[in-house]
């Protein structure tokens, strides 16, 4: 169930996928947790993008197409994943509720060439059963600069949102309630900072991409995937750009 200001944030989230991209946009990116440092490379080029990983691998994802193409230049193998519409259950025995607050603080900074606005994200967020208490509210603060470059950007907030509900998948289905207060932070985050992880833009380029780039390369083989599961095999950053894919699909469904 979503009602009120969380129609909207649906419907933001929705048209962010849509949203123009000024340039082709390149993009390298940190990411640190504790003592793991890792990078990977963003590729933008509406409607396509592309992110490629430390390990050699890299995904595509073709929102017009709704599907993804993970390429393993190691075996010179690819493989597609077309995405459905997700369909919510009929039967709901737990409701994972979200309380989302952004506030503007005002400050803005040269970046890059662009403007960029800081922006504190607060998310709370708890479970409530349908035969039990409720969960602690578990609360998670995110120091975030967003730049004034609009598109398909996935911000922390977008991909808890998701794996939270999609963790919460199993035996007892569950369906989300999503309040927000404030506007989310739009354009590109180029530095992100919560309790467990920093994410920062190194470097970023605008220049004009090569079409190839967001294609399987010629004389691949293509194989079969029952279902995509990046994660697994440890590279966050591929499940970071699935994690933002099967979000819109999921919000889609319920617009």
């Known amino acids: 169930m979503v009602g009120g200001g969380g129609q909207r944030f649906v419907f933001c989230m929705a048209v962010a996928l849509a949203a123009p991209l000024r340039a082709d946009l390149k993009i390298r990116i940190k990411d640190t947790f504790g003592s793991l440092t890792t990078t990977r490379i963003e590729y933008y080029k509406s409607p396509v993008q592309r992110t490629d990983t430390d390990r050699g691998g890299y995904t595509i994802i073709d929102s017009l197409n709704r599907r993804t193409i993970t390429v393993d230049p190691t075996r010179r193998e690819y493989s597609i994943y077309s995405f459905g519409v997700a369909v ?22 040269r970046a890059f060439g662009h403007t960029a606005r800081h922006i504190l994200t607060t998310e709370r967020r708890h479970t409530e059963y349908r035969d039990q208490p409720p969960s602690d509210t578990q609360e998670t603060v995110t120091d975030g600069w967003y730049l004034d470059i609009p598109g398909p950007y996935a911000s922390r907030t977008a991909v808890v949102l998701f794996a939270t509900i999609d963790m919460h998948r199993g035996d007892r289905p569950s369906a989300p309630s999503i309040k927000t207060n404030g506007q989310r932070p739009r354009g590109l985050p180029i530095w992100e900072k919560d309790q467990h992880r920093l994410t920062e833009v190194i470097d970023l380029s605008e220049a004009p991409l090569d079409p190839t780039l967001f294609k399987p390369p010629a004389g691949f083989r293509q194989v079969d995937q029952v279902h995509p599961t990046p994660i697994a095999a440890g590279s966050w950053s591929e499940w970071f750009s699935l994690s933002w894919q099967r979000l819109l699909d999921w919000l889609g469904g319920i617009i």
């Open 88 to 109: 919510q259950p009929e039967k709901v025995d737990q409701t994972i509720v979200f309380d989302i607050e952004t506030r503007d603080t005002g400050e803005q900074r």
